[in-house]
C-alpha cells in the first residue's frame, strides 16, 4: 500500500477517538448534567447530526480546495470539541455539553472520508483493500477513546470527565500533525477535473447498484447505533452492570467493529461484495437473537461482538461498491450524498435509541431493528436481479 494509505490509518488512530470516547462516556455524562434523564443520550446523538451537517461543506470543501486543508480542519474541530467538552465538565453545562458533541460530529464528517481518500491513492482493484486498510486504524481507536474518558477523576468529583475531555483534545492535535507532515496530495490517482462536472445527480440516482451501496453503509451504521448507544444505559440502569462491564463491551464491540478489515478487503474480491454483504445481515440477526435471550455480561458482549463484525461488512462492502456507480468527475457529489444518508440514518437510529429504550425496553429496541436488514435484503435482490439483466440487442439498421 502507498505511503498515503497508512498516514491515514495513523490519522484514523487519532481522529477517529472523538466516537468511542462520546459513545461510551456522551450518555453517562448526560445523565450527569442533564435536565432529565430522557435526555441522558442527546450528546451521542448529536455526535451524528454534527457530522451529518457537516457533510456537504466539507465535500463541497475538498472538491474546491484538495483533501489535505480541509482534513486538516477537521483536525481542528477535534479540538475544539475537546476543549467545548472540557467547559461543560468544569461548568456543569448540558448545553456546552451537547456543543462539545456537535463540533465533534463535524470533525468525524472529515474523518469519515478518509477511506475514499485512501481509495483514490491506490489503483481500482485495490480500493477495497485501501479503505478496510484505513477502517483499522479504528482498533486504536477503541481502545484509546475509552481510556481517555477515564483520565484522572473519570465520572467522579466535582468536574467529572474533565482530564478526558483534555486528553480528547491533545490527541486530536496529534492528528494533525501526523497529516500535515505525512499526507501527500499527489499521491491522489484520480483524474483533475472541473468542480461540478458530469452527470445531473438524478441520473446516477437511477441506477440499483448505487441504492444498493447507500443502504449497505447507511443500514449498517443506523443498526449498530441504534444498538450500541443503548448498550451502556442497558447495562448500567437496568441490567445492574457495573460501568467498567459496559466500557470493556463498549471497547470488545468497536475492536469487533474494525478488526474483520484484516480480511475484509480480500473478501470484496474472493467472495464478492453481494455474499459478504449477506454475511452481515446475517451476523447481524443472530446478534438480535443473542442479544434477545439474555441479560447477563456475556450476552451483551457476544451480541455487540456480532454487531461489530456485521457493521463492518456492511460497511466496507457498501464502500466498495459505490465507486461502481459514478465517474471521477462525480466521486465528491456521490461520496457526500452517500455520507449524507449514512449520518442522517444514524442520527435518527442514535437520537432515537434513548426514548426507544425507556418507552419498549431492550427487547422492543432489538425487535425495532429487524425491518431495517429487510429492507437492505430487498434493495440487494433488486440490484442483482437488474444486473444479470441481459443487454437488449441494437435493432438491425439494414
Known sequence: ??????????????????????????????????????????????????TVLAIK????????????????????????AGLTGGASAWFSSFPMLCLAAVVGGTGLAVVHQYRFAAMESVKPELAGSAAA?????????????????????????DHPFLEGWLGLGVV??????????????????????????????????RAPVVWTAISGAAIGYAVMSFIMTATPLSM??????????????????????????LISGWLTRVVGIPLMMAG???????????????????????????????????????????PRGYRDEERFRVQGLNDMMVFSSQAVAALSAGAVLTSLGWTGLLLASLPLLLLH????????????????????TD
Request: hydrophobic share 55%; with cysteine.
Open 377 to 396: 435484503a430487498v434493495l440487494m435482490a433488486v440490484w442483482l436481479l437488474h444486473s444479470r439483466k441481459p443487454v437488449a440487442p441494437k435493432p438491425r
Open 236 to 261: 448500567t440502569e437496568m441490567a445492574g452492570h457495573e460501568l467498567p462491564d459496559a466500557k470493556r463491551v463498549i471497547q470488545i464491540h468497536i475492536v469487533a467493529m474494525y478488526l474483520p478489515s
Open 172 to 205: 486530536q492535535l496529534l492528528a494533525m500533525g501526523v497529516l500535515a507532515l505525512g499526507y501527500r496530495s499527489k499521491g491522489e490517482l484520480v483524474r483533475e477535473t472541473p468542480a461540478g462536472g458530469g452527470r445531473p445527480l438524478k441520473e446516477i440516482l
Open 57 to 80: 461543506p466539507a465535500t463541497w470543501l475538498m472538491e474546491r480546495l484538495g483533501r489535505m486543508p480541509v482534513m486538516l480542519l477537521g483536525a481542528l474541530m477535534g479540538v475544539l
Open 133 to 157: 486498510r484505513v477502517l483499522l486504524g479504528g482498533l486504536i481507536a477503541a481502545w484509546l477513546g475509552p481510556e481517555i474518558a477515564l483520565l484522572g477523576s473519570a465520572g467522579q468529583g
Open 280 to 322: 452481515g445481515l446475517l451476523a447481524y440477526l443472530a446478534c438480535i437473537l443473542l442479544a434477545f435471550s439474555g441479560i447477563t455480561f456475556h450476552h451483551y458482549l457476544f451480541a455487540l461482538i456480532l454487531l461489530g463484525v456485521g457493521w463492518n461488512f456492511l460497511f466496507v462492502g457498501g464502500t466498495t461498491l459505490l
Open 1 to 50: 500500500m502507498p505511503l498515503n494509505v497508512w498516514i491515514l490509518v495513523a490519522a484514523q488512530a487519532l481522529a477517529m477517538c472523538t466516537a468511542p470516547f462520546i459513545v461510551f462516556i456522551g450518555s453517562i455524562h448526560g445523565r450527569i448534567l442533564a435536565p432529565s434523564p430522557e435526555w441522558a443520550t442527546l450528546p451521542v446523538g448529536l455526535v451524528v447530526v454534527g
